[in-house]
C-alpha cells in the first residue's frame, strides 16, 4: 500500500535525527552505488567506441588525453640499442648533405653559351667544348677579328648588297660607328693568325669575394685547356677567391675596363706593343684579379714609371699583404707554375702581376 506525503517526511525527520539508523543505511546503499556508477561510465563509453567505430584496443591510442599509459622504458646505456645513432651522425659529418647541395648547384649553375651535347666533362661544373656557331658570332670584332666588309655585313646586313668603298672613302661617321660597335678589324682574313678551331670555351665555378659560388667562362687555346681546368677546380675545392671570370666581350674587348672590373680572362686578339701579338692573341695567356694585381712598369732606377689600371696605384706595393694577393707563396702561382706556366711577376723592369702565359713548344 502506497505511502502517502506525510509519512515519508515523517520516517526522513526520523532518519535525520536517529544516527544510528541513517549509519547503518549508509552501510546497505554504497556497495549498491559503486557498482551503479561503475555500469554507468562503463556504458558511455562503450557507446561512444561503437558510434566512432573504434576498437577497445584502439581507443586509448586515439584518446590520448583519456588513456594512462606507462612511460617508455629507458635503456641504461647506448650500447644495448646500438642502431639508435648511424656512423654518419656519430662523427659528427655531413657529407650526404654536401652531395645533395652539390648536385643542385650543378644544375644551376650552367653557361648559357654551354652546349650539353658538345662538352666535355672534367669535373662536376668544370668543362670544355668547341666554340659553337651562337658564341663565334657573338666574340667576332670584339674578341675575335674580322674584315671591315665583315663588319659591315653585319652591321648593316649582307655586304654584296652594299657598295664596297676603300677605307679612305667611308664617311668618317660611318666608321667610327663601325669602330665603335666592332673594335677589332683587319685589312684581310690571311692576317688572323689563329683559327677558330684552335680556340675552345671552359665552364668553371669559382668563389668571388662574397664567398658565393659564382659560373666562371673562359676562352683559351686548345693546348692549355686542360691545364687551366685542373687549375681552376684546384682552386676551386680550396675556396680561393677570384672575383670574375668572364668574357672579354662584356666589356666591349677593353682590357683597360677588364681590368678596371678585376675580371679575369684569357683570350682577347690584341697586341702587347705596336706590331706585336700578345700571347693573349693566341688564348695562351691568362690573367687573374688584374686590379688587385696590376701591371707596374719600373725605371732602371727602381722607380715606378706606370701602373696599369688606373686606381689600381695602392696594389703596386708588393710588400704589403691583401687578399687575393699573387706573389711565390700563393696557391695559385704554385698550382700555375707547377704546370709550366711563366708568371708576369718575374719580370725584370715590367711586373705584369696579374699575368700567366705558357708558350707552345
Known amino acids: ?170 664617311p668618317e661617321s660611318m666608321l667610327e660607328e663601325i669602330y665603335a660597335l666592332l673594335p677589332n678589324i683587319v685589312e684581310n682574313d690571311d692576317e688572323i693568325a689563329i683559327s677558330r678551331e684552335e680556340l675552345v670555351f671552359l665552364s668553371l665555378l669559382h668563389h668571388d669575394f662574397a664567398g658565393a659560388v659564382s659560373v666562371g667562362e673562359l676562352i683559351c687555346n686548345v693546348a692549355i685547356a686542360d691545364d687551366l681546368l685542373a687549375i681552376f677546380h684546384e682552386l676551386y675545392l680550396s675556396g680561393y677567391q677570384i672575383e670574375r671570370i668572364s668574357l672579354i666581350e662584356e666589356f666591349g674587348g677593353s682590357d683597360t675596363s677588364s681590368m678596371i672590373f678585376n675580371n679575369s680572362s684569357s683570350f682577347n686578339y690584341r697586341e702587347s706593343s705596336p706590331g706585336r701579338l700578345s700571347l693573349h692573341a693566341f688564348g695562351l695567356a691568362v690573367d687573374i684579379n688584374p686590379f688587385i694585381n696590376p701591371y707596374v712598369a719600373y725605371n732602371t732606377d727602381g722607380t715606378i714609371r706606370r701602373i696599369s689600371p688606373i686606381g689600381s696605384e695602392e696594389y703596386a706595393d708588393r710588400s704589403l699583404d691583401f687578399p687575393a694577393k699573387i706573389d711565390e707563396d700563393d696557391l695559385l702561382f704554385k698550382l700555375f707554375d707547377e704546370l709550366g706556366f711563366f708568371w708576369g711577376g718575374n719580370w725584370n723592369y715590367q711586373k705584369d702581376y696579374q699575368h700567366f702565359q705558357k708558350e707552345l713548344p
Not at 506525503?5 to 515523517?10: A, M
Not at 549508509?26 to 559503486?34: A, D, N, S, T
Not at 641504461?76 to 645533395?100: A, F, M, Q, V, Y
Request: aromatic share 8%.
Open 1 to 170: 500500500m502506497a505511502l502517502n506525503s506525510r509519512v515519508w517526511l515523517v520516517l526522513f525527520m526520523k532518519l535525520i535525527y536517529d544516527k544510528g539508523m541513517m549509519k547503518d543505511l549508509l552501510k546497505l546503499l554504497i556497495k549498491p552505488l559503486l557498482i551503479i556508477a561503475s555500469l554507468i561510465i562503463f556504458s558511455t563509453l562503450l557507446a561512444k567506441v561503437v558510434l566512432s567505430g573504434d576498437t577497445l584496443a584502439d581507443y586509448p591510442s586515439n584518446n590520448p588525453g583519456l588513456a594512462i599509459a606507462s612511460p617508455p622504458p629507458v635503456l641504461d646505456s647506448e650500447e644495448e640499442n646500438p642502431e639508435l645513432e648511424s656512423d654518419s651522425l656519430k662523427e659528427g659529418t655531413n657529407e650526404g648533405i654536401i652531395e645533395g647541395a652539390w648536385d643542385e648547384e650543378e644544375i644551376l649553375l650552367v653557361s648559357p653559351w654551354s652546349v650539353p651535347e658538345n662538352k666535355i666533362e672534367f669535373r662536376p661544373g668544370f668543362s670544355k667544348e668547341p666554340l659553337s656557331d651562337m658564341l663565334f658570332d657573338y666574340i667576332k670584332g670584339i674578341s675575335y677579328p674580322i674584315t671591315l666588309s665583315h663588319a659591315i655585313a653585319i652591321i648593316y646586313g649582307d655586304d654584296e648588297n652594299f657598295p664596297m668603298l676603300p677605307d679612305d672613302e667611308f
